[in-house]
Nanobody, 119 residues
């Protein structure tokens, strides 16, 4: 059974920084794309950033130049470095990954971690 567990959320002041982590565990043969999504109250879930197994990254326009996604393949972990945060970054952040277990590739989600940007 595969699990994704996020950590690192919390309260941060505007202009501050926060680092989210998401660790995958279980029967994992390989992890292709790893992604961060977020969902603010009353809004749809949106893709924030993703990273391929080779390290190619893409970002939503709203976070370009402020957020950085990275991964440690040896630890099956993806990170989201959030800099110069704004109140509109407030949301529940979810980790998502395409994981090959013994038989097939499936998409998995973490439980989410709350990020609140407020003074």
């Amino acid at each position: 059974q595969v699990q994704l567990v996020e950590s690192g959320g919390g309260l941060v002041q505007p202009g501050g920084s926060l680092r989210l982590s998401c660790a995958a565990s279980g029967r994992i043969s390989a992890i292709n794309y790893m992604r961060w999504y977020r969902q603010a109250p009353g809004e749809q879930r949106e893709l924030v950033a993703d990273i391929s197994i080779g390290g190619t990254t893409t970002y939503a326009d709203s976070v370009k130049g402020r957020f950085g996604i990275s991964r440690d393949n040896a630890k099956n972990t993806v990170y989201l470095q959030m800099n110069s945060v704004k109140p509109e970054d407030t949301a529940v952040y979810y980790c998502n990954a395409d994981i090959l277990d013994l038989f097939s590739v499936k998409g998995y989600w973490g439980q989410g971690t709350q990020v609140t940007v407020s003074s």
